[in-house]
């Protein structure tokens, strides 16, 4: 199982960024996708779930109407919109699959 995690940077407040996250190693439409995040310091915590054909999602209340989870079983790929992102959004983002396999992880900053 690999998961490979892109699209992290530094942004101002308010605007956007979309991560990537390109799976290999696994039957990747069997399973849940889940976008995790940390920040130094602090326990991990959830921030959005897909189910397998990406018809059920779930997202952490502090992300509710800003973020958006998608995945394309095509390309193998699970994507997070971040929308209106906010000083409190700065951490490292990570891809998980069921099971307990992470990514590396993206750095978001989000500063002015």
């Known amino acids: 199982v690999q998961l490979v995690e892109s699209g992290g940077g530094l942004v101002q407040p308010g605007g956007s960024l979309r991560l990537s996250c390109a799976a290999s190693?696994?039957?990747?439409?069997?399973?849940?996708m889940s976008w995790y995040r940390q920040v130094p310091g602090k326990e991990r915590e959830s921030v959005a779930d897909?189910?397998?054909?990406?018809?059920?999602?779930r997202y952490a209340d502090f992300v509710k109407g800003r973020f958006t989870i998608s995945r394309d079983n095509a390309k193998n790929t699970v994507y997070l919109q971040m929308n209106s992102l906010k000083a409190d959004d700065t951490a490292v983002y990570y891809c998980?699959?069921?099971?307990?396999?992470w990514g590396q992880g993206t750095q978001v900053t989000v500063s002015s």
């Open positions: 998980v699959r069921l099971g307990g396999f």
């Open positions: 190693g696994f039957t990747f439409s069997s399973y849940l």
């Open positions: 897909i189910g397998p054909s990406g018809n059920s999602t």
